[in-house]
């Protein structure tokens, strides 16, 4: 039996004339009827978390729809879980129940980057083809999947990189780890050894992003040390900032909240190859902590787990540090 959380996105959405544009609409009962073929994939329960746009998905959402996820685990009967989500948040909350939920279980998410008002909605299609992939026994031990465009990526790696075309997810320098042609799903390559899943009762927040670009000064990084339990730094390159950002970062650390230093590339790990002030090198001298691979919105979501596991200071450079050591 496959639950079917539907939480919202483009994919519950009709356009909206009083309103002017796209406006969720459908339940999660309206979407599976416009969905044929479902119940020759699996026995599938409709469950309505909410009709939530991507960018309404909150951190507590986020860990309330873990909660019911969790839940839904629990019973014998669950051979596979989909979920319907908006793509503008899909990868983070994805991202966030994969680094928090043990399971082998499949835990499918999709969406739609089309509305139902639109010629060519993809929903019923992606949700299809979510359903086949839960249902898949080569799936279970894959962890949290994303279901798009007729292709599989892991949770750990997929993002959207593509603001509107059908197929805007991808997993940079990896790609997908498997397809679904017609009704097989094919899964093309395996995954890497089982990642650290972080326990804890619930995320710390705020934790905020920053980024670097030309010029950039410490403003941002002062306005966020007013209130943030930590900082997530989109350096340039391989981890590098520009002068004006560093007495910033100075007063980060000396506040004894953690600094973490990844990319605003789409592609490649952080290190300390740089030996300049602003270089890499300088940065972990300072105290700075490293993401490696993660993205900016990864880094922050483990930052805000590990932060409510209490991790120590050692605990959370191991875990940013030593994390995906062998990749790359």
Not at 129 to 154: D, F, K, T, W
Not at 269 to 290: D, K
Not at 310 to 319: K, V, Y
Request: glycine share 10%; aromatic share 6%; proline share 6%.
């Amino acid at each position: 039996m496959s639950p079917l959380l539907f939480t919202g996105g483009t994919i519950s959405m009709r356009d909206d004339a009083q309103r002017g544009g796209a406006m969720p609409a459908l339940s999660g009962a309206e979407i599976l009827a416009a969905t044929r073929g479902i119940d020759a994939i699996a026995q599938v329960e409709a469950i309505d978390f909410g009709r939530y746009p991507g960018p309404h998905m909150t951190v507590e959402r986020a860990w309330s729809l873990r909660a019911l996820v969790v839940e839904q685990l629990d019973r014998q009967a669950v051979t596979g879980i989909v979920i319907t989500h908006g793509t503008d948040s899909l990868e983070e909350t994805a991202y966030l129940i994969a680094r928090s939920v043990r399971t082998h279980t499949p835990i499918v998410f999709t969406g739609a980057m089309r509305t139902a008002s639109d010629l060519g909605w993809d929903g019923p299609a992606n949700l299809l083809n979510a359903v086949r992939v839960a249902a898949s026994p080569e799936a279970r031990g894959y962890g949290v999947l994303v279901a798009m465009s007729s292709r599989i990526y892991s949770a750990i790696d997929a993002t959207k990189a593509h603001t509107h075309m059908l197929d805007a997810f991808e997993s940079p320098g990896l790609g997908p780890v498997g397809v679904i042609d017609e009704d097989r799903v094919i899964f093309r390559r395996a995954m890497p050894a089982p990642r650290q899943v972080i326990d804890c009762p619930a995320p710390v927040t705020p934790v905020d992003i920053v980024y670097a670009w030309q010029g950039a000064d410490s403003r941002l990084l002062d306005a966020s040390r007013e209130a943030a339990a930590g900082v997530v730094i989109a350096a340039m390159g391989r981890g590098n900032l520009p002068l004006e950002m560093l007495p910033g970062v100075e007063r980060w650390i000396s506040s004894g909240r953690p600094v973490v230093i990844a990319s605003r590339a789409g592609r490649g790990r952080v290190g300390v190859t740089y030996g300049y002030p602003g270089g890499g090198r300088r940065l972990r001298e300072m105290g700075a902590i490293f993401a490696g691979s993660r993205r900016p919105q990864q880094a922050r979501i483990d930052l805000m787990l590990a932060l409510g596991a209490g991790m120590t200071a050692e605990a959370l450079r191991e875990l940013f540090e030593g994390y995906r050591a062998a990749e790359s």
